[in-house]
């Protein structure tokens, strides 16, 4: 017995409609996507389903994004999320990087967390189709990470020697890694255990070796 799959959506032949050009026509197709994405998921949306429900080719989708994880990415920067604002100042690191896990926390309990499950597995699965996705996925979030641990670095909280690009990336890849693994919402002890039990620690232990000349341990 094989699994039953949701039909295409019906639609009309697309070129006995009226000709949509420029943005009218990537509009349509980026807003199909998301009712796509809204609909069947991540996995079941495919090119041709969006082409159907958007009244367009599959040459139109192509000429445009490349695969279906660069189509979703668009999709999601048309709809306005996920939004990278500055950093929270709450006056200490603690703060400030639980307020940005928390925000990426909620993020991945909604229509996000949906196509952001599918971008890292595919990414996995089809290396070579997401090369340039992966190298763009997550420059916002640790440009964002950076400051803080920048700002901490000014207030005297930790030393400037501590920040690297594997600690910028250490706590929300661990948050990643909780969302794959057993999905959303992600429990505020979860974060609150990243920062205390693992993050704090090894900026502190960093931040001691730099000031003692020693070498700096590094993140598993």
Same mark, same amino acid.
């Given at each position: 017995?094989?699994?039953?799959?949701?039909?295409?959506?019906?639609?009309?032949?697309?070129?006995?409609?009226?000709?949509?050009?420029?943005?009218?026509?990537?509009?349509?197709?980026?807003?199909?996507?998301?009712?796509?994405?809204?609909?069947?998921?991540?996995?079941?949306?495919?090119?041709?389903?969006?082409?159907?429900?958007?009244?367009?080719?599959?040459?139109?989708?192509?000429?445009?994004?490349?695969?279906?994880?660069?189509? +979703?990415?668009?999709?999601?920067?048309?709809?306005?999320?996920?939004?990278?604002?500055?950093?929270?100042?709450?006056?200490?690191?603690?703060?400030?990087?639980?307020?940005?896990?928390?925000?990426?926390?909620?993020?991945?309990?909604?229509?996000?967390?949906?196509?952001?499950?599918?971008?890292?597995?595919?990414?996995?699965?089809?290396?070579?189709?997401?090369?340039?996705?992966?190298?763009?996925?997550?420059?916002?979030?640790?440009?964002?990470?950076?400051?803080?641990?920048?700002?901490?670095?000014?207030?005297?909280?930790?030393?400037?020697?501590?920040?690297?690009?594997?600690?910028?990336?250490?706590?929300?890849?661990?948050?990643?890694?909780?969302?794959? +693994?057993?999905?959303? $919402?992600?429990?505020?002890?979860?974060?609150?255990?990243? +920062?205390?039990?693992?993050?704090?620690?090894?900026?502190?232990?960093?931040?001691?070796?730099?000031?003692?000349?020693?070498?700096? $341990?590094?993140?598993?």
């Amino acid at each position: 017995m094989t699994e039953a799959t949701s039909p295409v959506p019906d639609a009309a032949d697309h070129r006995k409609g009226p000709r949509r050009r420029g943005q009218a026509l990537d509009a349509a197709i980026l807003e199909a996507t998301i009712a796509e994405l809204t609909e069947v998921g991540y996995w079941k949306l495919t090119m041709e389903r969006v082409a159907a429900r958007a009244h367009t080719g599959k040459a139109s989708l192509y000429k445009r994004w490349p695969n279906r994880a660069e189509l +979703v990415v668009a999709a999601l920067r048309h709809r306005g999320g996920p939004p990278l604002a500055a950093p929270a100042d709450t006056g200490s690191l603690r703060g400030d990087v639980l307020a940005l896990l928390r925000h990426g926390a909620t993020l991945l309990n909604g229509l996000f967390g949906e196509a952001a499950r599918g971008l890292m597995a595919e990414s996995l699965t089809n290396p070579e189709d997401t090369a340039n996705l992966r190298a763009r996925m997550f420059v916002g979030r640790d440009r964002l990470m950076r400051e803080i641990l920048e700002r901490a670095a000014a207030r005297g909280e930790i030393s400037a020697a501590a920040i690297s690009s594997r600690v910028v990336g250490f706590a929300p890849k661990l948050v990643d890694h909780h969302f794959l +693994v057993y999905g959303a $919402p992600i429990p505020e002890e979860v974060l609150t255990g990243i +920062v205390d039990d693992l993050l704090l620690p090894l900026l502190s232990a960093t931040s001691e070796d730099a000031a003692g000349g020693r070498e700096a $341990p590094s993140p598993a």
